[in-house]
């Protein structure tokens, strides 16, 4: 099984609401990911977490709130987006951080009104 | 930081043709990876390569890790309308790269 699985698959919001997006995996991996991607571009890393912890944050802005509750949850809490975040947001898993095969889930497409 | 450089952009090609596509990287990779991502979808991993030199299939799929270790290639043969989506090279260090991607459309 290497699935990654996210929730919802597409979210609507307004710039004053707040939403949470969710990823789970079961592949007892111990490393896991926050990419955004646009339309026509390659995935661009947000935030990643090692064993729960965060481990890297790419200056991201801090509307964008990560968790990692246990090794095999991952959310991203979004609260006053601007338009320009709308995207799809994949996560992605993998045995450990470095040098490891990363496993993506189908994402969740976000429209930011 | 790392760079990948991917190429070709995008292609079209008639089914039943042969495609080749290839990444080069700007520093030494211990690792490769090819993905697919089609519209709506997450990536999908498709090969991954572990050692310079390697030839690795995975069906009509073939991709080889370069010697210098800082290039790859994957080539798809016989192509089928279902090959159409983006193509990604990636290295996994501990900040992954995405190369830019190659489009592919096959027509009929």
């Known amino acids: 099984d290497t699935e990654v699985t996210q929730t919802p698959k597409h979210l609507v919001m307004g710039m004053t609401n707040k939403k949470s997006l969710k990823c789970e995996q079961h592949m007892g991996h111990r490393a896991m990911y926050w990419y955004k991607q646009k339309a026509k571009k390659p995935p661009e890393l947000m935030f990643v977490y090692s064993y729960e912890k965060l481990s890297i944050n790419e200056s991201v802005p801090s509307r964008f709130s990560p968790e990692c509750p246990n090794s095999s949850l991952l959310n991203l809490h979004l609260h006053a987006l601007q338009p320009e975040d709308s995207a799809l947001y994949l996560c992605?898993?993998?045995?450990?951080?470095?040098?490891?095969?990363?496993?993506f889930g189908a994402g969740t497409r976000l429209s930011v009104l | 930081g790392q760079q990948l450089n991917q190429s070709p952009q995008s292609m079209f090609i008639q089914e039943g043709e042969d495609v080749s596509m290839n990444c080069t990287s700007s520093?030494?990779?211990?690792?490769w990876l090819w993905y697919k991502q089609e519209p709506g979808e997450g990536p999908v991993l498709l090969i991954a390569l572990y050692k310079a030199g390697e030839l690795t299939s995975n069906g009509r799929l073939t991709a080889q890790f370069g010697i210098t270790r800082k290039d790859s290639f994957l080539n798809i043969s016989a192509s089928i309308p279902s090959d159409v989506g983006i193509y990604f090279c990636?290295?996994?260090?501990?900040?992954?790269?995405f190369g830019i991607g190659t489009k592919l459309q096959v027509i009929p």
């Open positions: 990636a290295g996994p260090e501990q900040k992954v790269t």
């Open positions: 520093s030494i990779f211990n690792t």
């Open positions: 992605a898993s993998s045995q450990k951080l470095t040098g490891n095969i990363q496993y």
